[in-house]
């Protein structure tokens, strides 16, 4: 092996540790995924997720249109009564919403490091 392969694995192999480390900070903080019916269909996900995060005072992330003026999303709160709290937030806007409702799919959890699962 060449100085040059030995360099890149090193590289690749630190790349590989922040990245766990993001993960794993994502995966500690609370968060709820709902599904959100507009009363009409937005030009973009941008335009929800702004909108569901002013309305329910917590950031939002991972957007994505799952239908016609349905979208998921992720909230990220400090608990899950705050979670149900940005939920009835954004539920309570009747000229934004039909619907909120909680993502009744199974979120897999990330796997665990091998330092955290000795």
Do not use: N
Request: proline share 6%.
């Amino acid at each position: 092996m060449s100085w040059r392969h030995s360099v890149w694995l090193s590289v690749l192999s630190l790349c590989g540790c922040a990245s766990g480390d993001v993960a794993r900070a994502q995966a500690a903080q609370p968060s709820q995924r709902i599904v959100l019916t507009t009363v009409r269909e937005l030009p973009g996900t941008a335009q929800v997720a702004d909108r569901a995060a002013e309305l329910s005072g917590v950031p939002v992330r991972d957007t994505v249109e799952i239908g016609p003026g349905r979208y998921r999303m992720t909230l990220l709160c400090a608990d899950t009564d705050a979670c149900k709290a940005a939920m009835s937030r954004i539920a309570a806007d009747r000229s934004f919403v039909l619907a909120v409702d909680p993502d009744g799919r199974m979120q897999i959890p990330s796997k665990p490091s091998r330092d955290a699962s000795r």
